[in-house]
C-alpha cells in the first residue's frame, strides 16, 4: 500500500514536471511572439565587384518565400513587424583545383549577403551580419543555364535558411 502510494506521487511529479518544463514552444521551430504578424523583405540590391543580372531579384524572392512557407507571417511592403534589408556583397567565380594543363579541374561560385534583421516588436533581436555560401562545379562546365541555376538554388536555400534560423529560431 506505501509502496503504490510512492508510486503515484512519482507519476504524477513525473507528468507535471514533462508538462511545464516545456514551456512556450512554437511547431514550426521558430520563436515568434503572438504580436509579431508580418514581416517584410526589401530589395536585395548587387553590390558586388561582379554584377550577375537577376540574382539580387532572385536572392529576394527566396528570402521571401522560405519566411512564407515556415511560418505564418504577412509579407507586407511597407511597415512589417520584422523587417529584413541588404546587399549582396559577393558574387564571385573562382578556380579551386588545377589540372597538370594550368586550367581549372574544378571551380566555386561565393555569394556572400549582408543582411540588417529589425524587429519592432523586440528591438534586442536587431542584427547586422554577413551570411555566405558557395558550389564547386566542374572546371570544363560554363556557369551558364542548369549549372547557373543549380548553384544559385543550392547557395540561396543555405543562405536563406541561415537568415531564418538567425533571425527567428535563435539557432
Same mark, same amino acid.
Given at each position: 500500500?506505501?509502496?503504490?502510494?510512492?508510486?503515484?506521487? @512519482?507519476?504524477?511529479?513525473? *507528468?507535471?514536471?514533462?508538462?511545464?518544463?516545456?514551456?512556450?514552444?512554437?511547431?514550426?521551430?521558430?520563436? @515568434?511572439?503572438?504580436? *509579431?504578424?508580418?514581416?517584410?523583405?526589401?530589395?536585395?540590391?548587387?553590390?558586388?565587384?561582379? @554584377?550577375?543580372?537577376?540574382?539580387?531579384?532572385?536572392?529576394?524572392?527566396?528570402?521571401?518565400?522560405? !519566411?512564407?512557407?515556415?511560418?505564418?507571417?504577412?509579407?507586407?511592403?511597407?511597415?512589417?513587424?520584422?523587417?529584413?534589408?541588404?546587399?549582396?556583397?559577393?558574387?564571385?567565380?573562382?578556380?579551386?583545383?588545377?589540372?597538370?594543363?594550368?586550367?581549372?579541374?574544378?571551380?566555386? #561560385?561565393?555569394?556572400?549577403?549582408?543582411?540588417?534583421?529589425?524587429?519592432?516588436?523586440?528591438?534586442?533581436?536587431?542584427?547586422?551580419?554577413?551570411?555566405?555560401?558557395?558550389?564547386?562545379?566542374?572546371?570544363?562546365?560554363?556557369?551558364?543555364?542548369? *549549372?547557373?541555376?543549380?548553384?544559385?538554388?543550392?547557395?540561396?536555400?543555405? #543562405?536563406?535558411?541561415? !537568415?531564418?534560423?538567425?533571425?527567428?529560431?535563435?539557432?
Amino acid at each position: 500500500m506505501l509502496l503504490m502510494r510512492y508510486i503515484k506521487h @512519482i507519476l504524477i511529479l513525473i *507528468v507535471t514536471a514533462t508538462l511545464f518544463s516545456c514551456g512556450f514552444y512554437s511547431l514550426s521551430g521558430t520563436n @515568434i511572439k503572438d504580436d *509579431v504578424k508580418s514581416f517584410q523583405v526589401n530589395y536585395f540590391q548587387n553590390t558586388a565587384a561582379q @554584377i550577375e543580372p537577376g540574382v539580387d531579384r532572385d536572392f529576394t524572392i527566396a528570402l521571401q518565400d522560405l !519566411i512564407q512557407n515556415q511560418t505564418n507571417l504577412e509579407l507586407v511592403n511597407s511597415n512589417g513587424d520584422l523587417v529584413y534589408e541588404g546587399e549582396i556583397t559577393k558574387y564571385r567565380i573562382s578556380p579551386t583545383t588545377a589540372t597538370a594543363n594550368n586550367t581549372a579541374a574544378q571551380n566555386r #561560385i561565393t555569394v556572400a549577403i549582408r543582411v540588417r534583421f529589425y524587429n519592432k516588436k523586440a528591438e534586442d533581436d536587431d542584427f547586422e551580419q554577413t551570411f555566405s555560401f558557395f558550389y564547386d562545379y566542374e572546371g570544363s562546365s560554363l556557369l551558364t543555364g542548369s *549549372v547557373k541555376d543549380s548553384a544559385l538554388d543550392e547557395i540561396f536555400e543555405r #543562405i536563406t535558411q541561415d !537568415i531564418f534560423n538567425a533571425s527567428l529560431a535563435k539557432w
